[in-house]
T-cell receptor
């Protein structure tokens, strides 16, 4: 079974802090994705990566950056956390474009 | 830009009954995929069903089936013989190619409650 893990289920940070959200997949998938999920807005794509060290902006990249130094690991970075970044963050991976994306359990981030 | 619309924020169905969740999308692409994902309460998102746009035949997975109307840009999910375990948030998603990668656009979701 594909497994996508995220470093924390719940995280509380202060405004202005630098925040790292880690995602690891164990199935040698090429493509990895970061979404945020907000009530009434569904899932929105922040960034995605289709190869190591390659990244593309999604629909809402402002205030975020990413890092993918190894194939299995994709990190989301909030350079200076703000209260409007309080949300559920979901990581996903897929082997082949057009096929299933496998999701992690999510990190619920609260910025106070 | 692609948009995906789920017009039913919440739905309720009795156990063993059939329910249909609606989804419409807007795109100028001709080659794309459509998905329904399920997110049970406090659990991970999982794929329910997948449809390739070039296939006319509607996808089916056990009790789950879709009604794909390409011209109308409609992609509804039918759940037959509903079970309590079907209680979840359901998201419709549209996938298009971005170079050699793919990108999903999700709808806002429909919360389905299955009752006794």
């Amino acid at each position: 079974d594909v497994k996508v893990t995220q470093s924390s289920r719940y995280l509380v940070k202060r405004t202005g802090e630098k925040v790292f959200l880690e995602c690891v997949q164990d199935m040698d998938h090429e493509n990895m994705f970061w979404y945020r999920q907000d009530p009434g807005l569904g899932l929105r794509l922040i960034y995605f990566s289709y190869d190591v060290k390659m990244k593309e902006k999604g629909d809402i990249p402002e205030g975020y950056s990413v890092s993918r130094e190894k194939k299995e690991r994709f990190s989301l970075i909030l350079e200076s956390a703000s209260t409007n970044q309080t949300s559920m963050y979901l990581c996903a991976s897929s082997l082949i474009p057009g096929y299933e994306q496998y999701f992690g359990p999510g990190t619920r981030l609260t910025v106070t | 830009a692609q948009t995906v619309t789920q017009s039913q924020p919440e739905m309720s169905v009795q156990e063993a009954e059939t329910v249909t969740l609606s989804c419409t999308y807007d795109t100028s692409e001709s080659n794309y995929y459509l998905f329904w994902y399920k997110q049970p309460p406090s659990r991970q998102m999982i794929l329910v069903i997948r449809q390739e746009a070039y296939k006319q035949q509607n996808a089916t997975e056990n009790r789950f089936s879709v009604n794909f109307q390409k011209a109308a840009k409609s992609f509804s999910l039918k759940i037959s013989d509903s079970q309590l375990g079907d209680t979840a948030m359901y998201f419709c998603a549209f996938m298009k190619w971005v170079g050699t990668a793919s990108k999903l656009t999700f709808g806002t979701g429909t919360r389905l409650q299955v009752t006794l």
